[in-house]
């Protein structure tokens, strides 16, 4: 509703009594000009918030007929999908449609201009004018969110602070200098690969962020969230996982809440678990924007454990989605979180157990996670820890890596953050736990082959309300 639609400007620091210049130019763009005059805001309509690539569209839209929309349908019939062909969808659906699927930008408006050519010849000479305007603009369409873009590094006032927005010309020294700090509290050692955790400074003249460009996000549901939770290992010698259900009830809260239709598969093998992954590359959907797995187990450098002691390598994982045996989600974000050790596991105190097996090494020649994810574009793999070490888990509370993530993802969603940005936060705030010792630490680690930033619209629903506890006891 346009009530909630103000609420989330308002959360979002887009629309307040002092700056009601994006509602004023909104306003104005549709030509409501008693509402500019009865709520006097008349003086802020001539802000640029609204980028012109989004008014050229609007205006085209509101000049094209009904007539005019049934010969762009037909001339569409084997572009679109049926549901977008159907009477009831507007222009401006059909628009949005074409953005989803890669086909019309502000860069890219030839399928949109040669449509319109001999359906209404004067709209598309309108096209051509914008594009001999704009043809030295940046070639991403971002709009006023530009503002937005975030330094996740930059925080202030602890582990719940969340970041802040960065000088015209951010330095990267901060950002390295951070990550450093994060990696010599678990003893990694100068030069150790770490992929996915220094990413360019962005923001300055060298570097616009237009660049980056966003990957679609506009259908509903967004996707598949598959979440695997191991948690009896009796039968291979590995220990009970106590704890998985707090944090799969979690993200299952939060990645519905996000638009993902969610699945949970409990107590898997590890033929189980690739046959999971195949039957999920299989069935997916090209209407789909996104796809997230989600895996939380017990395991070694490189792999994952089944329930029954067998390792699934995490290269086997991520095979069924590459873009040739999974071309419908070729060019979009494949989402990997995967909840295991690493590494040997340590000795813990009473209530932290490791995500690693009770009495087992890592083989001298363990995959190396560089090598995990294959060099196709597109893929994200978040995972709990670094090679070589372990990640820990409260019995009833969950784990340190799941927690924060389904924790930050709620808090900086709402707030515009793209996916980065928080993991980002999520390393910062991991790196920060300890047992009551003192002595353990944690350090997750994003390795991805994405080429655009992820950023997931904000739910139009209330958030998720989730278990907050500390993960440090009082005694021991």
């Known amino acids: 509703s346009a ?19 994006l509602l004023s130019e909104l306003l104005s763009i549709i030509q409501r000009t008693r509402l500019l ?47 977008k ?16 699927m890669d086909l019309l930008s502000k860069t890219n408006l ?31 369409d971002w709009g006023f969110a530009v503002k937005k873009i975030t330094d996740p590094l930059q925080v202030q006032g602890g582990s719940d602070a969340l970041p802040s927005l960065p000088e015209e010309n951010q330095s990267s020294s901060r950002t390295e200098a951070s990550v450093m700090s994060s990696a010599n509290a678990v003893g990694i050692k100068p030069g150790t690969l ?16 237009q660049d980056l460009g966003t990957y679609p996000m506009t259908t509903l549901p967004r996707g598949c969230c598959l979440i695997i939770s191991n948690y009896d290992f009796q039968g291979s010698g590995l220990g009970m996982r106590n704890g998985t259900r707090t944090d799969e009830e979690c993200l299952k809260k939060v990645f519905e809440w996000l638009g993902f239709k969610v699945e949970i598969h409990r107590d898997c093998t590890g033929k189980e678990i690739l046959s999971l992954m195949q039957e999920l590359a299989d069935k997916s959907q090209q209407r789909w924007d996104c796809l997230v797995c989600c ?41 990997f979180f995967i909840q295991a050790c690493q590494g040997k596991k340590q000795q813990g105190v ?49 784990t340190w890596y799941i927690q924060s993530l389904c924790e930050y993802l709620v ?3 709402p707030r515009g953050f793209d996916l980065m940005s928080i993991l980002t936060k999520v390393n910062e705030d991991v790196s920060k736990k300890n047992d009551n010792t003192g002595d353990r630490k944690q350090m997750p680690q994003p390795v991805f082959t994405i080429t655009k930033r992820i950023v997931f619209p904000v739910p139009s629903g209330p958030a998720p309300v989730l278990p907050h506890f500390p993960f440090v006891e009082d005694s021991p």
Do not use: W
């Open 295 to 335: 895996i939380l187990s017990h395991g070694l450098e490189g792999c994952v454990h089944g329930v029954d002691g067998d390792q699934v390598s995490i290269k086997k994982l991520i095979e069924p989605f590459l873009g040739t045996n999974c071309p419908a989600m070729a060019g979009k974000p494949k989402l």
């Open 411 to 413: 808090k900086m969603v």
């Open 85 to 100: 062909l159907e009477d009831n969808v507007t222009t401006l659906e059909v628009f949005l449609e074409l953005e989803c």
């Open 37 to 83: 005059r009865d709520l006097d805001l008349r003086s802020s309509a001539t802000s640029n918030l609204i980028s012109a690539y989004r008014k050229l569209l609007y205006s085209l839209s509101e000049d094209l007929t009904d007539d005019n929309l049934k010969e762009i349908k037909f001339l569409l019939t084997e572009t679109l999908p049926r549901r």
């Open 194 to 209: 770490m992929l996915g955790l220094s990413p360019p400074p962005v923001g300055s003249p060298n570097f616009p962020v």
């Open 350 to 398: 009473v209530h932290l157990e490791s995500d690693g097996a009770e009495h087992s090494d890592v083989d001298t020649d363990a995959v190396r996670l560089s090598n995990c994810i294959p060099s196709h574009a597109d893929f994200l793999l978040g995972m709990a820890t670094v090679p070589d070490y372990v990640s820990y888990r409260d019995r009833e509370r969950g």
């Open 3 to 21: 009530y909630q639609l103000f609420l989330s400007l308002c959360d979002q620091d887009h629309l307040s009594e002092e700056r009601p210049h």
């Open 110 to 140: 030839g399928l949109l201009k040669s449509i319109l050519q001999p359906v209404c010849p004067v709209l598309a000479e309108r096209i051509r004018q914008f594009e001999a305007q704009n043809s030295c603009q940046p070639a991403a």
